[in-house]
């Protein structure tokens, strides 16, 4: 028997459930002085590399001089739909803006974070259309592209620390092109001329930053890039040589390969939803439960991941990862009791105490000790006649698997009721010998 630690402290966004969903702002700060760089992921809502590479900032970077700003999820709403912008397009309401805009809030408070006195050069993070080249080669590779580049507005800002836009972004574009996974995967500087040339261009995020005086960039990675490990490990890439450029110092808990953020990736951090402290772990989740118990009220959750969100579709809950969908609950709807913390639990012969929304791993039986007053429900477990399966000693073979919640149907939900209320659940999961031993 072992005890998942979850390491909810490390990153912890909370949200009550609602129609809009707002960013998060994770800051890293070294506390010890130094330039601050913001930056800024998702407003763009179908341009992955643009919100997953500022996720993995915020969960896995360090820093150790100097301070790192990370908005990884600016317009959650489109994220969440996969779509450029669901209510237009946010990058063109930074020049002028109508009060009544769905969008109006959102983008009032992210200038006013991109003016902060402490920040000292904004990054807006996109993926774009093709190949950006200087000539004209073909209908990827072209003037007309946006991918893979850094964005500058103009030349420079005379009177700006790190106003040197062409240069710094030429010399970071030097230091990303080295060790490419694809040749044709270098990064090039794309000038707007944005005053003289570029109408559209006026309204978005980084004129309306250097307007002010704050230099800004854009990184675009490529959509014809379709491996979203490629495209966010050219983001982190580049958004680190700029940190070097402001001498922000990191460190990274891994190694900056494509293949360690594959994996990094593909865990889609834990869910937790109180009061009773359901834990999901999201990495493993089937893509749709049943019987899933939830409060009539309002759905608060926290996730170590900010790109998480849970949204109320019809009578079901989807569980979203940024634009990718993780799993599908089909909620049966109690009122809450939170009398109960935790129960006596006999895992594999050995008495343990288990805390109310822990996951528990056996090997080969558990059985849950009486409590007086409250009712056990195991969920894909029946017994003819037995109402509270207490005392009765379970083995994976009494399972129907189909009520598992993992995609190895190995963990189930043991769930706890006192009269009609519900009281929180312990997952149990059930390893084999050999796997557990690796
Ligand atoms: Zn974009």
Redesign the pocket.
């Known amino acids: 028997m072992k005890k998942i630690s979850l390491g909810l402290c490390l990153l912890l966004s909370t949200y009550a459930f609602s129609a809009n969903l707002h960013y998060s702002l994770i800051k890293k700060e070294s506390g010890k002085e130094g330039s601050t760089l913001l930056i800024i992921g998702g407003?763009?809502g179908d341009?992955p590399g643009?919100y997953f590479a500022p996720m993995l900032l915020a969960k896995h970077y360090k820093i150790e001089s100097g301070n790192l700003w990370v908005v990884p999820n600016l317009n959650f709403d489109s994220i969440v739909k996969n779509a450029?912008g669901i209510n237009g397009d946010m990058?063109r309401k930074f020049a002028k803006m109508e009060p009544k805009d769905k969008d109006f809030e959102i983008v009032t408070e992210i200038k006013k974070l991109i003016l902060h006195p402490k920040v000292d050069l904004t990054l807006n993070l996109?993926?774009?259309q093709g190949f950006y080249r200087t000539r004209q080669i073909n209908k990827d590779f072209n003037p007309k592209a946006w991918g893979q580049a850094t964005i500058i507005d103009q030349q420079n800002m005379p009177n700006a620390k790190y106003g040197n836009l062409a240069e710094i972004a030429k010399k970071v574009n030097q230091e990303t092109n080295v060790d490419l996974i694809e040749d044709v995967h270098e990064f090039n500087v794309k000038n707007t001329n944005t005053k003289e040339q570029d109408k559209a261009m006026q309204q978005s995020l980084t004129y309306f930053a250097i307007t002010n005086n704050k230099p800004a960039f854009a990184i675009?990675t490529s959509k014809n890039i379709t491996d979203l490990s490629h495209k966010v490990f050219y983001q982190l890439k580049t958004i680190e040589k700029f940190m070097n450029e402001m001498n922000i110092k990191y460190t990274r808990s891994f190694e900056l390969s494509q293949e360690t953020i594959k994996k990094l990736l593909s865990d889609d951090g834990i869910l937790e939803i109180p009061p009773t402290k359901i834990t999901l772990d999201l990495a493993t989740l089937k893509p749709y439960i049943k019987f899933f118990p939830m409060s009539k009220g309002t759905l608060v959750y926290n996730s170590t991941n900010p790109l998480v969100a849970v949204l109320k579709e019809k009578d079901e809950y989807k569980i979203m990862n940024g634009n990718i969908l993780v799993s599908k609950l089909k909620p049966d709807f109690f009122e809450f009791d939170e009398s109960l913390n935790s129960v006596g639990l006999i895992i594999d012969g050995k008495k343990i105490s288990a805390k109310i929304g822990s996951l528990i791993r056996a090997k080969n039986s558990f059985q849950v000790e009486s409590i007086n007053g409250y009712r056990v429900n195991i969920i894909g477990y029946s017994k003819n006649g037995v109402t509270n399966e207490v005392g009765i000693k379970v083995e994976p073979k009494d399972f129907i698997q189909s009520y598992a919640i993992d995609k190895d149907e190995t963990t189930y939900m043991v769930q706890f009721y006192k009269d009609k209320k519900f009281c929180g659940m312990i997952n149990i999961k059930f390893e084999d010998e050999k796997k557990s031993k690796k």
């Open positions: 407003i763009h341009e643009g450029r990058n996109h993926d774009g675009e």
